[in-house]
């Protein structure tokens, strides 16, 4: 009797204990990022989510994590490498410590607008440099991501001239370009994990940083530092990174379908970018903080110093790259 009662349970503890017993062949995406849900990166997610499912018929289904539910960038990364994480957007100066190429990129001035920017990377320069990286970091970039320009925010003074900088305690990520940008600047860079950031911008442990400006918007530092400086120093891209597990579980037509879907994303949310930078902008004048557009060219100057530092240090290799995004003309 017992030995029958068991046959017969079997069947109903497949049920309740398989979790895709009802899946029928389909692939599920787990996409993750830092920022809350409706920043220009949710907001490429939700796009990506919307195509990806509409041209897989349905194969693979997508997930959204956003705020940080799947890990810090640092720790996500690592993840995309062991396959633990399937999909992350994570901004290209946190890549530098996996893949120090990443590094030509966030050169201060490398770009001259976010269209120059974008010109850039749907160029065939950096088909070969997103090909390289991932072969060097068996992580794949899926598409480009969210570009954006990284503007100033401070606790204590409006930036007029480049003297203003002298002795501000700006957070930097732990980039070394980026600390010695600040640095040529006259800022003293606090390195920081953006998880650190809010923290210490009201424990006064930093003065200010620089964001991409939506994320100023998003994560409502306009409550806590009243003065914004416009210089667009730094331009940056956020790329939708995936696994090579993940990509390995497709066949060829859902891979397809996967990048199709990210690069129609990507293209939404460039012209929600491109159309809401100085809109943005102004909602932070209306929340209570004092803009500034001082002169850029004691900042440039810093700035060609600092790229040719790093191209002498970096070698042949980063020389050459930075070579051909000069040569592609905004």
Same mark, same amino acid.
């Given at each position: 009797?017992?030995?029958?009662?068991?046959?017969?349970?079997?069947?109903?503890?497949?049920?309740?204990?398989?979790?895709?017993?009802?899946?029928?062949?389909?692939?599920?995406?787990?996409?993750?990022?830092?920022?809350?849900?409706?920043?220009?990166?949710?907001?490429?997610?939700?796009?990506?989510?919307?195509?990806?499912?509409?041209?897989?018929?349905?194969?693979?289904?997508?997930?959204?994590?956003?705020?940080?539910?799947?890990?810090?960038?640092?720790?996500?990364?690592?993840?995309?490498?062991?396959?633990?994480?399937?999909?992350?957007?994570?901004?290209?100066?946190?890549?530098?410590?996996?893949?120090?190429?990443?590094?030509?990129?966030?050169?201060?001035?490398?770009?001259?607008?976010?269209?120059?920017?974008? @010109?850039?990377?749907?160029?065939?320069?950096? @088909?070969?440099?997103?090909?390289?990286?991932?072969?060097?970091?068996?992580?794949?970039?899926?598409?480009?991501?969210?570009?954006?320009?990284?503007?100033?925010?401070?606790?204590?003074?409006?930036?007029?001239?480049?003297?203003?900088?002298?002795?501000?305690?700006?957070?930097?990520?732990?980039?070394?370009?980026?600390?010695?940008?600040?640095?040529?600047?006259?800022?003293?860079?606090?390195?920081?994990?953006?998880?650190?950031?809010?923290?210490?911008?009201?424990?006064?442990?930093?003065?200010?940083?620089?964001?991409?400006?939506?994320?100023?918007?998003?994560?409502?530092?306009?409550?806590?530092?009243?003065?914004?400086?416009?210089?667009?120093?730094?331009?940056?891209?956020?790329?939708?990174?995936?696994?090579?597990?993940?990509? @390995?579980?497709?066949?060829?037509?859902?891979?397809?379908?996967?990048?199709?879907?990210?690069?129609?994303?990507?293209?939404?949310?460039?012209?929600?970018?491109?159309?809401?930078?100085? @809109?943005?902008?102004?909602?932070?004048?209306?929340?209570?903080?004092?803009?500034?557009?001082?002169?850029?060219?004691?900042?440039?100057?810093?700035?060609?110093?600092?790229?040719?530092?790093?191209?002498?240090?970096?070698?042949?290799?980063?020389?050459?790259?930075?070579?051909?995004?000069?040569?592609?003309?905004?």
């Amino acid at each position: 009797m017992k030995k029958l009662l068991s046959l017969l349970l079997i069947p109903l503890c497949l049920l309740v204990f398989t979790p895709n017993a009802f899946a029928s062949g389909k692939k599920l995406m787990r996409i993750g990022w830092a920022t809350p849900v409706n920043h220009p990166y949710g907001l490429l997610a939700k796009r990506f989510k919307e195509l990806a499912e509409t041209y897989t018929n349905g194969s693979v289904k997508i997930k959204l994590f956003p705020s940080g539910q799947l890990g810090s960038e640092g720790s996500a990364f690592k993840g995309l490498q062991l396959g633990s994480v399937d999909g992350y957007m994570i901004t290209m100066s946190n890549l530098s410590p996996h893949y120090p190429l990443m590094d030509v990129f966030s050169l201060p001035y490398c770009f001259e607008s976010m269209q120059h920017m974008k @010109k850039v990377l749907k160029s065939d320069v950096a @088909k070969e440099f997103f090909a390289d990286f991932e072969k060097k970091t068996h992580v794949a970039i899926l598409t480009y991501g969210s570009l954006d320009t990284r503007d100033l925010y401070n606790t204590r003074k409006d930036i007029n001239t480049f003297d203003d900088f002298a002795g501000l305690k700006y957070r930097v990520p732990k980039n070394e370009v980026m600390i010695a940008t600040f640095k040529a600047f006259g800022a003293n860079p606090v390195p920081l994990a953006w998880s650190e950031t809010p923290t210490a911008l009201q424990t006064g442990t930093i003065d200010g940083g620089d964001n991409g400006t939506s994320t100023i918007r998003q994560m409502k530092f306009y409550e806590m530092a009243k003065h914004l400086t416009v210089l667009d120093h730094f331009l940056a891209f956020s790329p939708l990174l995936v696994s090579e597990r993940f990509l @390995k579980k497709l066949s060829p037509e859902e891979k397809t379908a996967l990048y199709r879907a990210a690069a129609e994303a990507n293209e939404y949310i460039d012209e929600y970018n491109f159309a809401e930078l100085e @809109k943005t902008r102004t909602f932070l004048e209306e929340k209570g903080m004092k803009l500034t557009r001082p002169d850029r060219t004691p900042f440039i100057e810093a700035a060609q110093k600092v790229q040719k530092e790093f191209a002498d240090k970096k070698g042949a290799e980063f020389k050459k790259i930075l070579k051909k995004i000069r040569a592609i003309k905004p």
